[in-house]
């Protein structure tokens, strides 16, 4: 028996916006979200709360849309390191090999993954740190 994989309506509405205003009592300036998240509800509401939105647009280009290069160019940089660190857990810590079947004891699986990743980062920080000085 295999996984289910989570289908585009059960995807949760205003993933962790709520959660990210308790925590630091205001919204997000920007949300970088896959084309899956950016359905009309998701941008109304970040609309609504004036959270900026980059991602692959919904529809067509419009046209003589005034577009900030630098902030575009920013959120593209940030894009692109947050799809290498994705990367990275897929092909280095088997992030693409989890087989479990409780939404719970995925996102066990999914931040423990990370938490390897992050005490990767800082033993190798530690390890460079040491052959320096010595």
């Not at 995925?106 to 740190?129: D, Y």
Request: charged content about 30%; aromatic content about 10%.
């Amino acid at each position: 028996m295999r996984p289910v994989r989570p289908h585009k309506s059960n995807i949760q509405e205003t993933p962790n916006f709520e959660n990210y205003q308790w925590r630091f009592g205001c919204y997000p300036e920007r949300v970088l979200a896959d084309k899956i998240y950016r359905n009309r509800k998701n941008l109304s509401y970040c609309k609504d709360h004036g959270i900026r939105v980059f991602g692959p647009a919904l529809g067509h280009p419009k046209k003589g849309a005034i577009v900030n290069k630098k902030k575009e160019y920013e959120d593209i940089c940030d894009w692109v390191e947050v799809e290498r660190a994705f990367s990275l857990e897929k092909r280095k810590f088997s992030l693409r090999k989890i087989r479990t079947y409780l939404q719970k004891t995925t996102q066990t699986v999914i931040a423990l993954s990370i938490l390897v990743l992050n005490l990767s980062w800082v033993l190798r920080a530690l390890i460079l740190e040491m052959v320096h000085n010595v």
